[in-house]
C-alpha cells in the first residue's frame, strides 16, 4: 500500500476511531489523505500528532470549530497564538464564574439542610414537614431573610 500509514493503523496509534478521523477530516481539521489506485487512505506520520494536538486541546475545552478555525490561521501561514491564548483566559474566566455558582449553590443547600434539618426535628413523627415545598431558592429567602431579622433584634 505504499508509505503511507493505514486509516486503521493511524486510529490506533492515535487511540481514536476511523469514523472520528473521517469526521475530522470532512470538518477540516485534518487535512485530505492521499488516496491509493484503489481509493484507501494513506496519512504521513504527522496526522497521529495532529490527532493529539486536537484530543489535547478538545480537552482543555475548546470545540472542534475552534481548533478548525485556529488551524486553518495557521495553515494560511498565521500565527493564531494569541487568539488561543484570548479564548483559553475566556474559558477559564467561565470556569471561575461557575466555580463561584456552585460554591454559592452548595453553600445555599448546606443552610437549607441545616434550617430544613431543625424542622424535621421538631416536626412530630406522625405529621408532614412539607419539606420539598421549601426547597426552592425563593421560599428559603423568606425565611432566611426572616432568620436575620430575628437575629438582629
Given at each position: 500500500?505504499?508509505?503511507?500509514?493505514?486509516?486503521?493503523?493511524?486510529?490506533?496509534r492515535?487511540?481514536?476511531?476511523?469514523?472520528?478521523i473521517?469526521?475530522?477530516?470532512?470538518?477540516?481539521?485534518?487535512?485530505m489523505?492521499?488516496r491509493?489506485p484503489?481509493?484507501y487512505r494513506?496519512?504521513?506520520?504527522?496526522v497521529?500528532?495532529r490527532?493529539a494536538?486536537?484530543?489535547?486541546?478538545?480537552?482543555?475545552?475548546?470545540?472542534?470549530?475552534d481548533?478548525a478555525?485556529?488551524l486553518r490561521?495557521?495553515?494560511?501561514?498565521?500565527?493564531?497564538?494569541?487568539?488561543?491564548?484570548r479564548?483559553?483566559?475566556?474559558?477559564l474566566?467561565?470556569v471561575?464564574?461557575q466555580?463561584?455558582?456552585?460554591?454559592?449553590?452548595?453553600h445555599?443547600?448546606?443552610?437549607?439542610?441545616?434550617?430544613?434539618g431543625?424542622k424535621?426535628?421538631?416536626?412530630?413523627d406522625?405529621?408532614p414537614?412539607?419539606?420539598?415545598?421549601t426547597?426552592?431558592?425563593?421560599?428559603?429567602?423568606?425565611?432566611?431573610?426572616?432568620?436575620r431579622?430575628?437575629?438582629?433584634?
Open positions: 500500500m505504499g508509505d503511507g500509514l493505514s486509516i486503521g493503523i493511524v486510529a490506533n492515535a487511540g481514536v476511531t476511523p469514523d472520528t473521517r469526521y475530522y477530516e470532512r470538518l477540516g481539521l485534518l487535512p489523505p492521499t491509493t484503489a481509493g494513506q496519512y504521513g506520520d504527522g497521529v500528532n490527532l494536538l486536537i484530543r489535547n486541546a478538545q480537552q482543555f475545552g475548546f470545540s472542534l470549530r481548533i478555525s485556529f490561521v495557521r495553515e494560511k501561514g498565521g500565527k493564531p497564538c494569541h487568539d488561543v491564548r479564548a483559553a483566559e475566556q474559558m474566566e467561565a471561575d464564574r466555580i463561584a455558582e456552585l460554591i454559592a449553590t452548595r445555599h443547600m448546606q443552610r437549607t439542610l441545616r434550617l430544613r431543625k424535621l426535628a421538631g416536626t412530630p406522625d405529621q414537614a412539607h419539606l420539598l415545598e426547597l426552592g431558592a425563593s421560599n428559603w429567602a423568606r425565611h432566611e431573610g426572616r432568620a431579622l430575628k437575629n438582629r433584634r
